[in-house]
């Protein structure tokens, strides 16, 4: 764990990528389905609690996934946390531009940041939990969302996998190498597999599925699951 990237450097590698994230198709594209991952997170949040009045968006990047829920429920008062401060503020202008409802931002890890209890109806987070690092970690933000969520409301994850069995995972990976060959060349996968192995500590769906449940989440769902990458969530019981 030690050799991994610090938050820091984490941070300052986004800075640098405000405009790329600023659209979906180039900023997400080393993410298989992403264009479909978002579309299914936004319909099922939208679904699960159509009365919803309040989003936490964790991770937020430049906005994408907040702008897409918007779409469905235009009502919604926004709360954003993200490590950047220019990514914070590309998405509070952009979703400025579709909301006149309040629009609070963090620059803060979710690691180190409070969050008042019982608060939001639904709470995003895309591509940001494969940073935690050990399980103390995952718990504790699994059990803090948990506790900021209405009863009733939801947790939306879309994100990079591992999985449990080693020849699962080699088998895996070669064939995420390959669709990033395929999309752009073998530079390009060399490229995104250094960051991955620098800043990423990902966890397989099950683990998340099964700690999800251990926090206290009564429903779990899968919305997607290809390759490395899965889209799912879970309900908070009433």
């Given at each position: 764990?030690?050799?991994?990237?610090?938050?820091?450097?984490?941070?300052?590698?986004?800075?640098?990528?405000?405009?790329?994230?600023?659209?979906?198709?180039?900023?997400?594209?080393?993410?298989?389905?992403?264009?479909?991952?978002?579309?299914?997170?936004?319909?099922?949040?939208?679904?699960?609690?159509?009365?919803?009045?309040?989003?936490?968006?964790?991770?937020?990047?430049?906005?994408?996934?907040?702008?897409?829920?918007?779409?469905?429920?235009?009502?919604?008062?926004?709360?954003?946390?993200?490590?950047?401060?220019?990514?914070?503020?590309?998405?509070?202008?952009?979703?400025?531009?579709?909301?006149?409802?309040?629009?609070?931002?963090?620059?803060s890890d979710i690691r180190d940041l409070e969050l008042e209890t019982e608060r939001y109806d639904l709470i995003l987070a895309a591509a940001v939990l494969h940073h935690l690092r050990d399980e103390n970690e995952w718990e504790q933000v699994f059990h803090k969302i948990y506790r900021s969520l209405k009863p009733g409301g939801s947790f939306w994850v879309s994100d990079l996998v591992e999985h449990s069995l080693p020849q699962v995972q080699a088998f895996m990976w070669e064939r995420y190498g390959r669709y990033l060959s395929e999309l752009k060349d073998d530079t390009y996968r060399d490229q995104v597999f250094d960051y991955i192995r620098k800043e990423d500590t990902p966890r397989p769906l099950i683990f998340q599925l099964n700690l999800l449940r251990r926090s206290g989440f009564q429903q779990v769902e899968v919305l997607h699951k290809n390759n490395c990458f899965a889209a799912f969530g879970a309900v908070k019981g009433r």
């Amino acid at each position: 764990m030690t050799s991994k990237s610090t938050p820091d450097e984490i941070r300052a590698r986004f800075d640098q990528d405000v405009e790329r994230f600023s659209n979906l198709a180039s900023g997400q594209s080393a993410t298989v389905d992403a264009p479909l991952s978002l579309e299914l997170i936004a319909q099922a949040a939208a679904l699960t609690n159509p009365e919803a009045t309040h989003l936490l968006d964790i991770g937020c990047g430049a906005g994408n996934y907040t702008l897409k829920v918007l779409e469905r429920l235009p009502r919604l008062s926004i709360s954003l946390v993200d490590l950047s401060r220019p990514m914070l503020e590309r998405a509070k202008d952009r979703i400025a531009q579709v909301t006149s409802n309040p629009v609070t931002c963090w620059q803060s890890d979710i690691r180190d940041l409070e969050l008042e209890t019982e608060r939001y109806d639904l709470i995003l987070a895309a591509a940001v939990l494969h940073h935690l690092r050990d399980e103390n970690e995952w718990e504790q933000v699994f059990h803090k969302i948990y506790r900021s969520l209405k009863p009733g409301g939801s947790f939306w994850v879309s994100d990079l996998v591992e999985h449990s069995l080693p020849q699962v995972q080699a088998f895996m990976w070669e064939r995420y190498g390959r669709y990033l060959s395929e999309l752009k060349d073998d530079t390009y996968r060399d490229q995104v597999f250094d960051y991955i192995r620098k800043e990423d500590t990902p966890r397989p769906l099950i683990f998340q599925l099964n700690l999800l449940r251990r926090s206290g989440f009564q429903q779990v769902e899968v919305l997607h699951k290809n390759n490395c990458f899965a889209a799912f969530g879970a309900v908070k019981g009433r």
